[in-house]
């Protein structure tokens, strides 16, 4: 029996002409399917996941920034807090050093170089330490006595009765005192000790510091209130001029009359020409020049400032840390 000829064009011509049997009927749509594969969930919750953590990253550090924007705002209104009210602590005090510094003195220790106070504002606590800057002897009055080796000896005997922790390392430097018309060699505690940090002269660990802080100063004319000052700074201030028992006697006196002036106090002495010359050169019974240390502490940090003034008013140093 013939077999049909297959016509052009047919049904089946193009695959018999290639000499492949006829694909089945679903053929077709399992190719379909293999090539276009659809969408698969797991594709579609990663992507969610990755816009997730972007946006996380993104209000992290947004919130980061926001954070340090607060910390510094508080930061900086701590800051001005700080600032205005030492400045007014200092407006405040400084003009009745003499009157803060009378009324601590009591009969049982009358020489006394400091006032303390405390006051609290806005929450933040201002410790106050009023002192008598010509209570205490001079840097540069003693170089000038005993040249800078001598002062450096004279620095570590007013260390007495501490442990002597402070390091002397002195650095003069010469400058000019225009309010007080004479060289200043010797114009802050740091040209004559090692400090670190203002804790070292106030505050509870203070030590030493607040030993040498009521013996020695850098500022002030150089000349020694006789009826404030140690019986140790005394000795060192007057290069030696007067004896032990003239120094006790001294300090008897001033104790006994608390109101005796200068000459008054030299008169029951008994002392020399020599003598008299060289102390009353030295010695003073009124002050010019007081200090202003201030401790302002929170819950978290202590700022320190320090304000000098000199000569009624005439002259002052700030200093801040």
Known sequence: M??????????????????????????????????????????????VLLVLVV???????????????AVRAYAAQRNLQVHWGALGCR???LPMAEELLDASATPTEPIIQEARR?????????????????????AGALAALYGDDGLKKAVRKLQAGGRGSLEVRLRP???????????????????????????????PEA??????RRRLTCWGPGRINLKRAEVVTLREALGGAL??????????????????????????????????????????????????????????????RLFVEEADGASERTYSW
Not at 55 to 69: E, G, I, K, T
């Open 118 to 138: 405390a006051v609290v504002l806005g929450g933040m606590r201002f410790n106050l330490i009023v002192s008598d800057e010509q209570a205490k002897a001079n």
């Open 55 to 69: 946006a996380a990253a993104v209000l992290s550090a947004a919130a980061r920034r926001c954070a340090d924007s």
């Open 2 to 47: 013939a077999r049909a000829r297959p016509q052009p064009g047919g049904r089946h011509s193009h695959a018999e002409a290639r000499g492949h049997a006829a694909r089945p009927a679903g053929w077709a749509g399992m190719v379909s399917d293999i090539r276009r594969p659809g969408p698969k969930p797991g594709y579609a919750l990663l992507m």
């Open 243 to 304: 004896t032990e028992s003239q120094l006790a006697s001294l300090d008897d006196i001033r104790r006994r009359e608390p109101e005796a002036g200068v000459q008054k106090i030299l008169s029951q002495l008994q002392l020399t020409r020599q003598q008299l010359e060289t102390v009353g050169g030295a010695a003073t019974d009124r002050s010019a020049c007081h200090s202003l240390w201030i401790c302002v502490e929170d819950r978290t940090r202590r700022w320190y």
């Open 173 to 203: 430097v010469e400058t000019s005192e225009a309010a007080l018309e004479r060289p200043v060699r010797y114009a802050s505690l740091d040209q004559v000790f090692v400090l670190a940090h203002p804790s070292q002269w106030i505050g």
């Open 207 to 212: 030590g030493d510091g607040a030993v040498v």
């Open 91 to 93: 407006a405040t005090v």
